[in-house]
């Protein structure tokens, strides 16, 4: 069994120290770049939001839920930290072996853990988590509050290129960045899903520089790699979506000076098909025939999320909904894309709600979708061009909704949609927010 990890005056101690040190860093770095970036005025604001996710996360994981994957992360490092003043090249061993080859190791942390969860990820993202521990002495709280730091970086360098692209929005882009509460909380803590939406604010910060600002080349190339890698890790799924999307809206830049519009459209649609068949080629070169991931094999993998998450025993008080039941055949799948987006982006309704954590998701999903009406209503006289001719609304918009039906298919529970699905909202509510500030598409741009 996983134990508990305990918080005590040495844990809160050792928080307000690195607390101190974590603001005066980010108070000088943001002295240092406010005068040429206006954006870095909420520099501190976006960090401080970060935090209290993080904050929030350990007491709502260790007293409220009092189970969950990320207890299993922290012992699996804490033990290879433990295990490190015990015999150093063992555990050195040990870290650098891959979940394959753990068998045949007489050290092995997470074999011992008769747990549920995707062991291969687990044991990776354990694996990750022992550099935090080791930073951090040891303290589940202190961990979660620098991996809440590093996963802000990330979304802070995402938000601030696009506050490049659209002086006007800095304050509005804000939220979807840095306000969304159960993104703050599920996204903060020692979970994939910080790392995750992390290295998403990479992506957007390194596919912009390139495309659009035709800047470090080499470094963002760099990045994009070191990114996908860790995505690789611990979430392929969100692959197939993602970076067709950042591959289109790269490539919708390039397009942009054919000034023929017929041209322009079939360039475009030409793009789009190469894509698709670019990813066939990948997915059959590199996943094997048994991959879970592998196009073949999708249906399988559908049928076996869909199994797990509504398991009463891994569901309990986090409420099951269905579409209609357990799909098994792509006709299935295809006739319910609409409810399955519409559950990511609007679920759980009020009426649905039965707990304190299906609460807050329950009046965020409440808001969000008065957020999308009202600036439908607004803006109704440019939000059709926007959509249509805007490069970053495309580009969102096609993320969101796509990634918007692979969760609302696949978590099967509120708990697992509460966490899946915060890159859809972050997507969703940016390109709504460029419909919002843009009037006739003459917005302040940068070009």
């Given at each position: 069994m996983v134990t508990l990890p305990n918080i005590g005056l040495f844990d809160i101690g050792l928080s307000i120290v690195y607390l101190v040190i974590i603001y005066f860093i980010a108070f000088r770095y943001q002295q240092s770049k406010i005068e040429n970036n206006p954006e870095y005025r909420y520099f501190l604001f976006g960090l401080s939001a970060k935090l209290i996710g993080s904050i929030a996360f350990v007491l709502i994981s260790l007293y409220y839920y009092e189970k969950g994957d990320t207890f299993l992360y922290f012992q699996i490092a804490e033990d290879l930290r433990v295990h490190f003043f015990i015999d150093f090249n063992e555990t050195l061993a040990t870290f650098f072996t891959s979940y394959s080859g753990l068998g045949g190791l007489e050290f092995s942390p997470l074999e011992q853990y008769n747990y549920y969860y995707e062991r291969t990820s687990s044991w990776d993202f354990g694996r990750l988590v022992f550099v935090f521990n080791f930073i951090s002495f040891g303290s589940y709280l202190v961990s979660s509050i620098l991996m809440g730091v590093v996963s802000f970086l990330g979304l802070w360098l995402g938000y601030s290129v696009l506050c490049e692209l659209y002086k006007q929005a800095t304050k509005l882009f804000l939220i979807p960045f840095f306000l969304i509460p159960t993104a703050l909380i599920w996204s903060s803590g020692i979970l994939k899903d910080t790392i995750i939406i992390g290295t998403i604010g990479l992506l957007i910060f390194s596919f912009s520089k390139i495309f659009i600002f035709r800047k470090g080349v080499l470094l963002n190339g760099l990045i994009i790699v070191l990114s996908i890698y860790l995505l690789l890790l611990f979430r392929p799924i969100l692959l197939f979506v993602l970076i067709p999307s950042f591959l289109f809206w790269g490539l919708l830049y390039l397009t942009e000076p054919i000034k023929n519009k017929l041209i322009k459209v079939v360039a475009r649609a030409t793009i789009v098909i190469g894509i698709i068949c670019?990813?066939?080629?990948?997915?059959?070169?590199?996943?094997?025939?048994?991959?879970?991931?592998?196009?073949?094999?999708?249906?399988?993998?559908?049928w076996g999320f869909q199994s797990f998450h509504s398991m009463e025993q891994f569901s309990e008080g986090q409420n099951v909904y269905t579409l209609g039941g357990i799909m098994s055949t792509p006709q299935e799948v295809i006739k319910n894309i609409p409810e399955a987006i519409v559950v990511t982006f609007f679920r759980p309704y009020l009426w649905e709600v039965n707990n304190a954590s299906m609460f807050l998701g329950g009046v965020e999903s409440f808001l969000i979708l008065i957020i999308v009406i009202y600036i439908i209503v607004v803006r109704r006289?440019?939000?059709?061009?926007?959509?249509?001719?805007?490069?970053?609304?495309?580009?969102?918009?096609?993320?969101?909704?796509?990634?918007?039906?692979?969760?609302?298919?696949?978590?099967?529970?509120?708990?697992?949609?509460?966490?899946?699905?915060?890159?859809?909202?972050?997507?969703?509510?940016?390109?709504?927010?460029?419909?919002?500030?843009?009037?006739?598409?003459?917005?302040?741009?940068?070009?």
């Open positions: 670019l990813g066939w080629v990948v997915n059959q070169s590199f996943a094997s025939e048994t991959s879970k991931y592998r196009v073949q094999n999708l249906m399988k993998t559908l006289k440019t939000i059709i061009k926007t959509l249509i001719y805007n490069n970053e609304v495309i580009f969102m918009m096609v993320f969101s909704l796509t990634y918007s039906f692979i969760v609302g298919v696949s978590a099967y529970n509120f708990g697992a949609l509460s966490r899946y699905k915060v890159p859809s909202i972050l997507f969703l509510l940016v390109g709504f927010i460029i419909c919002y500030i843009e009037e006739s598409n003459n917005l302040e741009k940068v070009e």
